[in-house]
């Protein structure tokens, strides 16, 4: 650490018996930064990290200030800093590309005469496999085996592609299969609030940051640790010790006060708080949350509104460590000395919240009384669209009516072959308890168990058409909930544990039994699904379910036992007792003492400490795979799963200069809020897709092309699957579902793989046009990786989600935003027009530049548009043709 420590802020901190180095903000604040000590607790972890990676060239002595003078302009001037998380997190799906990114890099670095082994992450890696198990199998007491089994069947190729990295790479380490999802043992295990590091013979302490493959990374600012999610892209270039580079964040306070309500839960409360923030617009920003709703509120509860801040549209939803911080860090095992180090260091840096802490300075503030949320779910496509359980059902008709077009067809029911029952439209076909939202929460997931025992004990039983499902967060979740007696009554409805990971909520639902998806296609039926997670949008859950709400776990439970959407919850009954009379959801609820009885007995400390003795070992599934050797990875040319991306074909040690557009044609028109889920490829692999017939061609079976997201290490399959997604809608071909467009000028309508291919063939550049929120949703690289490979030059569009935004400068594609007022509709675009957009060999960031648009007629309109390659690190990665060619050429230099 080369420090020039120009507010000579570099202490050392004695906690028992060790002695910390650490930057001192109280000493910064008395060396030139009056007033520091009022900043967000979140804002005083950035200044820290200036402070200690001050070099005067990626951070200098103007950035610091340009902190501190957040508390004059509260973050409205745009400035733009580097910051240096302490570790990179990664789940699998993410975290194989990015490691065949780093294989091929070794590639090309020995290709240009370097040393391979210098690409190498310099911080802490941890990838968790969580994201490969399908729930195939269900409501049996087989499910968990049988999943598992097919979970290793299908990824033994990227399992041992892993296997080699952990041997490969240093400072890499691998969570098996079957542990967890990568939030909650991020949470329960991996992080530690403040980080240490052994450094010229002393041990530096700070803050413990970090950045994920998976927008959800920021659950863990629920325990004081500021990260947030970014795409594989910008996760690589941390791990090779570039900065992350971001302009100085506004910070939104949101002030809790009071109370929860008895029969409120946390998941009522995050949808509650993510309908506000959406509404007043936090996209880019950072939201902290103070005030004494905190007092009483579980650390649990705090991950569970933390982990949703990609759904509100936040950088990250940050809440101070406090006393409740330290009591999970003793009841999930820490170490002692560190405990005693977080709240030292922590009280040192004011950044420990008491309550009577003051109220820090925040660009604007919001406030909720936690007495008036009221049971919510959100649907049925997206996480802001909160509905109380008691406007559910007329929700549902409304939107039958309205979002699916079915008026009038309310009582309209489809027979289910070999059954005597039919299903109508708001069919519950999937209920799941899943997803690190509400699976890392004892006090929800206790519910459901409750919930499930008292429905059981009057007969009542999930309907026959509801495909039920349990993928806890941890094994930590499986042990309480076995110990308590709970997950025997959760058999009994159907809520047999399927699996470890991430399921239903990023399309893992596996399919639905034939005669349910029989039915639905068969009568057009709009069947729904309830899961515990947090993301609903269309298209993602499953292909035979157009309605998806998101509910607590008991409300899951709930809505299993009522099977429609038609039901309403509030006033009429689940089902008929065994004694024949009516049960409501009323006579089930467990009441809040009931939940802290089971919870107060059962989840323990020891618990923590056993189920992550051995957390890298894995199972002997996990054991027996055999891995190959070697500092290169040894590509297999036949392999569907993992193949040596073309980043770096013919890559010279200078780069060539980026070129003006010429006469591109459009790609695609999307309207607003398409997400990386519509862009990237996700979920099943469609036999008679491009995708489906590559697999073909690769002698693949269908039965065995597994999803998108187990093939993101092979370029092929993805770029293939870019835009293909089953719901998308480009309005080139209006009224059509499906990843289509058009060819011109001879007007061919093709798979929009396809229409890339021919273009690229012709010497065509690409673009596309899009809305509002352009790229909203998962940190998913592969959207902005497909649309480079398909040749796209540059996206034009009235406003893009932040992390999206990034990813595409980072893979070389130009992001650019209309002029406030106009769109693609504004100006009559019908898709057959041409575009040429010059100034891009010059491009500076956030200039505006004209685009010249020519229509079929030949009349021509130019268009003033504003570049979103926000700084000059971006501009750098993007003269470098993206972020790796970037880092390789100064590694290599």
């Avoid at 036999?687 to 269908?702: K, N």
């Avoid at 935003?817 to 100034?839: H, P």
């Amino acid at each position: 650490m080369a420090s020039l420590d120009s507010f000579k802020a570099r202490k050392t901190l004695q906690v028992g018996s060790k002695t910390y180095t650490y930057y001192s903000l109280k000493a910064a604040e008395a060396n030139g930064l009056p007033g520091i000590s009022a900043l967000p607790v979140s804002m005083k972890v950035l200044l820290e990290n200036l402070l200690r990676f001050e070099d005067g060239r990626s951070v200098s002595k103007g950035d610091i200030e340009a902190i501190a003078a957040f508390l004059t302009n509260r973050g409205k001037a745009e400035r733009e800093i580097a910051f240096r998380p302490a570790r990179v997190l990664m789940q699998d799906f993410t975290g194989v590309p990015a490691v065949v990114d780093l294989a091929a890099m070794r590639d090309a670095m020995k290709a240009l005469g370097g040393d391979p082994t210098r690409i190498n992450p310099l911080v802490p890696v941890d990838l968790v496999i969580d994201h490969s198990v399908v729930v195939d199998y269900f409501g049996n007491n087989d499910a968990f085996k049988n999943n598992v089994a097919r979970e290793y069947e299908q990824n033994q190729e990227r399992y041992r592609f892993l296997k080699w990295g952990q041997s490969a790479f240093d400072n890499f380490r691998v969570v098996p299969p079957g542990t967890g999802i990568c939030h909650q043992v991020n949470l329960e295990y991996l992080a530690q609030a403040v980080w240490t590091k052994e450094e010229d013979g002393t041990t530096v302490a700070y803050p413990d940051t970090l950045v994920g493959t998976d927008s959800h990374t920021t659950m863990v600012n629920g325990l004081g640790v500021l990260g947030w999610g970014v795409g594989g892209i910008e996760a690589e270039a941390s791990m090779l010790g570039q900065p992350n580079s971001m302009l100085i964040p506004e910070v939104i306070g949101f002030r809790l006060t009071g109370k929860l309500p008895a029969g409120v839960t946390a998941t009522d409360l995050v949808l509650t708080v993510t309908q506000m923030l959406r509404k007043k617009g936090v996209v880019g920003k950072f939201v902290e949350f103070f005030g004494q709703g905190l007092d009483a509120m579980t650390l649990e509860d705090k991950a569970t509104i933390a982990n949703m801040a990609p759904e509100y549209g936040a950088t990250c939803g940050f809440f101070p460590v406090d006393a409740e911080t330290l009591r999970y860090l003793d009841k999930s095992g820490r170490d002692a000395d560190r405990i005693a180090l977080v709240e030292a260091y922590t009280k040192e840096q004011g950044m420990f919240r008491t309550a009577s802490s003051f109220d820090p300075v925040f660009t604007d503030i919001l406030e909720l009384d936690l007495a008036t949320v009221l049971p919510s779910l959100a649907g049925p496509k997206r996480p802001q669209d909160r509905v109380l359980l008691s406007d559910a059902k007329a929700g549902f008709l409304a939107a039958l009516e309205g979002e699916f077009k079915k008026p009038g067809e309310a009582g309209k029911t489809q027979a289910v072959a070999g059954t005597d029952y039919a299903i109508g439209h708001g069919a519950v076909t999937i209920a799941a308890i899943t997803s690190c939202t509400n699976t890392s929460n004892p006090s929800v997931l206790v519910a459901a168990g409750l919930l499930a025992r008292k429905a059981a004990a009057k007969g009542l039983k999930s309907k026959p058409w509801v495909k039920t499902s349990l993928a806890p967060g941890s094994q930590v979740v499986e042990a309480y909930l076995s110990q308590s007696g709970l997950q025997k009554d959760l058999d009994a409805l159907g809520f047999n544990l399927v699996g470890f990971g991430c399921t239903t909520c990023i399309g893992n639902s596996g399919p639905l039994p034939e005669p349910i998806s029989e039915a639905v296609n068969k009568g057009d039926i709009v069947a729904a699904a309830v899961l515990s997670g947090n993301r609903n949008f269309e298209g993602r859950v499953n292909p035979d379910v157009k309605a998806n709400y998101l509910a607590s776990p008991p409300l899951v439970v709930a809505y299993a036992l009522a099977g429609s959407l038609q039901v309403d919850l509030t006033l009429e009954p689940l089902g008929t007792g065994s004694d024949g009379k009516p049960v409501f959801l009323s006579d089930i609820w467990p009441d809040g003492a009931e939940i802290q009885a089971v919870i107060d007995e059962f989840v323990t400390q020891a618990m923590f400490k056993s189920k992550y003795a051995d957390v890298f070992k894995g199972d002997e599934n996990w054991q027996k795979i055999s891995a190959p050797a070697g500092q290169t990875y040894a590509w297999d040319e036949r392999s569907t799963y993992v193949q040596n991306p073309p980043y770096f074909e013919g890559m010279t040690k200078t780069p060539v200069p980026p070129t003006d557009v010429h006469k591109a044609r459009v790609l695609g028109l999307f309207l607003d809020s398409i997400t990386t889920d519509h862009i990237s490829p996700a979920g099943s692999i469609k036999a008679a897709s491009p995708a489906g017939e590559y697999l073909r061609d690769h002698q693949v079976r269908p039965v065995d092309f597994n999803q998108y997201g187990t093939r993101r290490g092979n370029h092929q399959v993805m770029m293939r699957g870019t835009f293909a997604n089953i719901r998308i809608k480009n309005q080139m071909l209006p009224g059509i579902e499906g990843g289509l467009s058009i060819h011109y000028p001879d007007g061919v309508e093709a798979p929009i793989y396809d229409v890339a291919m021919r273009y690229k063939a012709e010497g065509v550049p690409l673009v596309v046009f899009a809305g509002k929120e352009y790229g909203t949703g998962s940190s998913r690289d592969w959207a902005a990786k497909g649309t480079k490979l398909l040749g796209v030059r540059a996206v034009i569009a009235q406003s893009f989600e932040r992390i999206h935004r990034s990813n595409l400068v980072g893979m070389g594609v130009v992001p650019f935003t209309f002029a406030e007022g106009t769109s693609w509709q504004t100006l009559g675009l019908k898709g057959d027009e041409t575009v040429t957009i010059e100034g891009i060999e010059t491009i500076k960031p956030r200039a505006t530049i004209e685009a010249e648009i020519t229509f079929a007629d030949g009349k021509t309109v130019r268009v003033p548009l504003l570049c979103r390659i926000d700084t000059l690190d971006e501009l750098d990665y993007f003269k470098n043709g993206g972020i790796l060619q970037f880092v390789l050429r100064n590694l290599a230099a």
